[in-house]
């Protein structure tokens, strides 16, 4: 672990920190100006952008990216003057959305509220393949920004902004501070070096255990910096993790050298990339140092079930360039318990025979959260244990989707009122979302061009997931073609509580079940676009169950299904 000393209140990554809030005056003219001017409406992802732009959290960039920059950074991580930056941050529009001549934005938020304005000087074309191979290094829809990308506008726009308002909250407001506020502070403290921990998860005993090693290690202060925007789907949500931070901080660390402050980042779930950018934004809140964890800000496994990026790939990365950007890069040890001696140690360092004790996420998940049952003292502190036993009811009062995928005529819906009836058997209410009926009402007018279709199973996989968030049942059966939609869905519901049911039917027998003709009229070009005649069909890759339908009836398929809801635990076998 590098000890180097840097300045106390070391410069901003690039130089300066960027402030592109402008002064009373200058926002009373600009607020009566954009009443009449095009507007854009910013997403979750870049209201995160814009504050984060605003206040010099991305310094040295003072907008959203132009096409030169944005090329650059694909390709070599580097903006179009050289400077070190390794992710795109655009911000992307319809271009239908933005009248020819236009020169200047209104950007605002979802309830419409003006936040602010740009000078239009670029607006280019991108392409969502291209950027996720070049800058995740994948086009697997499994990885989450990945399947995203098919909300995003087709063009990015880019120029000078003018920031009125940063978004508005209302929760922890003590502890939302700016980078200029976070490194005023860290000066207070007195200390030369600060190290920065970035966290998406609960804090456990280890997490402790590391963060207070690596202040000692540096003799300086520890920034406790926990990402409040956009994480990984399915993670712990932000309200309850600050109260486990702050209950820490608190109660279990040295106040005169620890701070605790939230970041509203939108994660990329990048891997490597992503943990040198994160590296960077802390440089911008006055950290000398960085902890890099195993695999850090990676998603998961891709669709073949293995991770998308190696364990110590960003660790190596932000090693590589350390002395470029001015952070050192701190490594995180993976520690364990032992009982015995009541101590953490470094895995690699146990006395041979010594007893160790260790709890994975799964079992953290699965054997303890989901069965009702306290973590142990030794892993996590009793504050840790009881907010999360708050937050996460017993597996078998947990919501769960089914989503049923499939061609027309495979045995959906056949299947899904099968399910429908063990379900209740089982005292379990359910919800029901058949593709027909929600086009005939939630998603009336839409047609049936590749991105209507995504409109619709995206508007399905909304409703399913606030029936889930609210511990309910629901069952989807729409053809539902695409990977990418179908895997946007996964994350608005959970991938803990997502089922993916592949029916596997061939296309000759789901012709010979189509009573109403559909096929016929599409093999003789009567209907154009239709699912497995001219237009594909996307089969998954592996979902969590595959059922075939010739030869095996309507009920067996459905008891399968309900023998993996047992064996996950969503309820007990009769």
Request: net charge negative.
């Amino acid at each position: 672990m590098s000890t180097e000393v840097h300045n106390s209140l070391i410069t901003p990554y690039g130089g300066s920190l960027v402030s592109l809030l402008v002064n009373p005056d200058e926002r009373n003219d600009l607020m009566a100006q954009a009443i009449h001017l095009p507007s854009l409406q910013l997403s979750a992802r870049a209201l995160c952008d814009l504050e984060l732009l605003a206040t010099g959290g991305f310094s040295p960039l003072d907008r959203f990216m132009g096409q030169a920059d944005y090329e650059r950074v694909l390709h070599e991580m580097r903006l179009a003057d050289g400077t070190l930056f390794p992710l795109p941050i655009t911000l992307t529009a319809k271009r239908a959305d933005i009248p020819a001549g236009t020169s200047r934005l209104a950007l605002r938020d979802a309830r419409n509220n003006l936040l602010a304005v740009m000078d239009l000087d670029e607006v280019f074309t991108w392409e969502p393949k291209t950027e996720a191979s070049l800058a995740l290094g994948t086009t697997d829809a499994r990885h989450p920004l990945v399947s995203e990308m098919i909300r995003w506008g087709d063009v990015c726009v880019s120029g000078a902004l003018k920031v009125l308002a940063l978004p508005q909250y209302y929760d922890f407001l003590d502890l939302r501070l700016t980078p200029n506020q976070v490194r005023v502070r860290l000066e207070a403290m007195g200390h030369a070096n600060a190290v920065a921990f970035q966290t998406r998860n609960p804090l456990h005993r280890i997490h402790e255990e590391l963060t207070k090693r690596a202040a000692d290690a540096i003799g300086g202060s520890l920034l406790i910096h926990p990402v409040v925007g956009l994480t990984k789907p399915g993670d712990v949500d932000h309200y309850s993790r600050v109260r486990i931070y702050r209950a820490l901080v608190e109660n279990y660390y040295d106040q005169s050298r620890t701070m605790l402050s939230l970041l509203p980042l939108a994660m990329r779930m990048a891997g490597p990339r992503e943990a040198l950018w994160h590296a960077i934004i802390r440089r911008n809140f006055g950290a000398s140092h960085f902890i890099v964890g195993r695999d850090h800000a990676g998603p998961g496994n891709d669709s073949t079930g293995k991770p998308f990026y190696g364990p110590y790939d960003a660790q190596e990365l932000v090693a590589a360039h350390a002395a470029e950007i001015g952070v050192a890069m701190v490594p995180f040890q993976e520690l364990v318990y032992l009982p015995d001696s009541e101590v953490y140690v470094e895995a690699n360092k146990v006395p041979q025979g010594a007893r160790v004790a260790n709890i994975s996420g799964t079992q953290v998940r699965d054997e303890y959260l989901a069965k009702g049952r306290q973590l142990p003292e030794w892993f996590t502190r009793k504050e840790t244990s009881d907010i999360l036993g708050q937050m996460f009811p017993p597996r078998q009062r947990q919501g769960f989707c089914i989503w049923f995928t499939g061609l027309s005529g495979s045995g959906k819906s056949t299947t899904a009122e099968v399910l429908t009836s063990l379900l209740l058997e089982r005292g379990r209410q359910v919800t029901e979302l058949d593709g027909d009926v929600v086009r005939t009402h939630l998603s009336k007018g839409l047609g049936f061009s590749r991105d209507d279709r995504n409109t619709n199973i995206l508007r399905i996989g909304f409703v399913a997931g606030e029936v889930v968030r609210h511990n309910g049942v629901v069952i989807c059966a729409a053809v539902s073609p695409y990977r990418e939609a179908r895997n946007e869905c996964r994350k608005m519901v959970g991938a803990d509580q997502f089922i993916e049911v592949f029916m596997d039917t061939p296309i000759e027998v789901c012709e010979q079940r189509d009573i109403k003709g559909f096929y016929g009229m599409a093999r003789r070009g009567e209907i154009k676009g239709f699912t497995g005649v001219d237009d594909p069909y996307e089969e998954p890759v592996n979902p969590e169950l595959t059922l075939k339908t010739v030869g095996v009836s309507p009920e067996d398929n459905a008891r399968a299904i309900i023998a993996l809801l047992e064996e996950r635990g969503f309820f007990a076998a009769l």
